[in-house]
């Protein structure tokens, strides 16, 4: 618990983005008692997150350069007939690190096993009846259940692994196409994070959000002896799925909002790149907007929130158009072509899609030419139609 009864600040969910907002403020008002609430018994959950180093400026890269557990100066792709090395920095975060940089720094603002029953702008019910005031509540407990997207998914199994010899590998395969094509778009990705430790994830864009474990765990032991790495031991098991944004109506998202006054943060607020998935940028930059608040409280935290959202949306609306040409124009066989034809592209413009930066000459390059969709097909996701459902 804080070292005080007044709690300045309860941050709902200890996920990454709430534990980002909490080191945020903890740095930048270090007088505030804040309260972290997870339902769980650890920050973070099972989860590896990653970003390209220009993603980041110097203050958010300073904000999680603490919870790097490696950091490559390049990255490389594989397609078939297109095997590229880009000179990209990389780096990871994991979910241990992330627990343990939170306990070292906010141990005594943690709060475990916290089952939460009700959330308002003044405060938190838990389930067993305790009822915790502050003036600022921050919710970040993952998706809210909404009707106001249109979804796909990128979805997938990992492995860290223990191998009996050094890997040979000594940059990230961010993405590996070159293996059979099954359920939308397949790939897999490999972070070597010691010579002989491996994070081997079997990923898909599917329209399906079904996790095949004990399929998709076989894949990747198959892929490691297809490169003729031989495990030693499985060190840790991870799954994800993702949204992958293809249309929606971000007013209608917040206006059915059970609780517009509280501020939410991280996924729940549609904060990541609606094409890769990448959600550590945009929350490393909410969380320096909200410590750099003088005025923290519910309300205006939650204006501030909810306009960078809808400003984001906006923004971004071009890659929810390139998730429609992948998901609805191409045909099943075309995807693998789609991503194989943007990894041939400058990488300076891969730099700048990746750091949802995109320009307009850039958008221009992506869809003229001869892409491997058919034409009329195209045509018909271009305008984002979307119709809100009760």
């Known amino acids: 618990m804080p070292h005080s009864d007044r709690v300045d600040c309860i941050l709902v969910g200890g996920g990454l983005a709430n534990s980002l907002i909490a080191l945020a403020l903890h740095d930048a008002r270090p007088e505030l008692n804040l309260l972290i609430l997870e339902r769980g018994d650890r920050i973070g959950g099972n989860h590896t997150w990653s970003f390209h180093t220009p993603d980041t400026n110097a203050a958010t890269f300073r904000l999680l350069q603490p919870l790097i557990i490696k950091s490559w100066s390049s990255q490389e792709v594989r397609f078939p007939g297109n095997h590229r090395i880009l000179g990209t920095g990389y780096n990871s975060v994991s979910s241990a690190r992330l627990h343990d940089v939170m306990t070292a720094r906010l141990g005594s603002s943690l709060r475990f096993d916290a089952e939460?029953?009700?959330?308002?702008?003044?405060?938190?019910?838990?389930?067993?009846?305790?009822?915790?005031?502050?003036?600022?509540?921050?919710?970040?407990?993952?998706?809210?259940?909404?009707?106001?997207w249109d979804l796909g998914f990128q979805k997938f199994l990992g492995l860290e692994i223990e191998l009996e010899e050094p890997c040979g590998q000594d940059r990230p395969i961010i993405m590996d196409g070159t293996i059979p094509q099954v359920d939308g778009y397949r790939f897999m990705y490999t972070l070597p994070l010691s010579e002989r430790v491996l994070l081997i994830e079997d990923t898909y864009y599917s329209h399906g959000n079904e996790v095949q474990h004990g399929v998709l765990e076989k894949e990747v032991a198959d892929y490691a002896a297809d490169r003729g790495w031989k495990i030693a031991r499985i060190l840790r098991r991870e799954t994800g799925i993702l949204p992958i944004v293809l249309a929606g109506d971000i007013n209608e998202l917040w206006r059915t909002n059970p609780n517009p006054d509280v501020p939410c943060a991280g996924l729940r607020a549609v904060l990541f790149n609606p094409t890769t998935g990448y959600s550590l940028p945009d929350a490393a930059r909410v969380a320096l907007k909200v410590a750099g608040m003088r005025d923290l409280r519910s309300a205006p935290v939650a204006n501030l929130l909810r306009e960078h959202s809808i400003a984001l949306w906006h923004q971004r609306s071009f890659y929810r158009l390139l998730n429609r040409l992948l998901f609805i124009a191409a045909e099943p066989e075309e995807r693998l072509a789609v991503m194989n034809r943007f990894y041939k592209m400058p990488e300076s413009l891969i730099r700048r899609f990746y750091a949802s930066e995109v320009t307009f000459a850039d958008k221009t390059r992506l869809l003229v030419g001869k892409p491997p969709i058919n034409f009329f097909r195209a045509m018909g996701v271009v305008r984002e139609r979307f119709d809100a459902r009760a």
Not at 117 to 131: C, H, I, P, Q
């Open 116 to 148: 939460v029953k009700s959330v308002a702008s003044n405060g938190v019910e838990l389930a067993d009846g305790t009822y915790l005031g502050a003036p600022c509540v921050i919710d970040s407990r993952g998706i809210a259940n909404s009707s106001a």
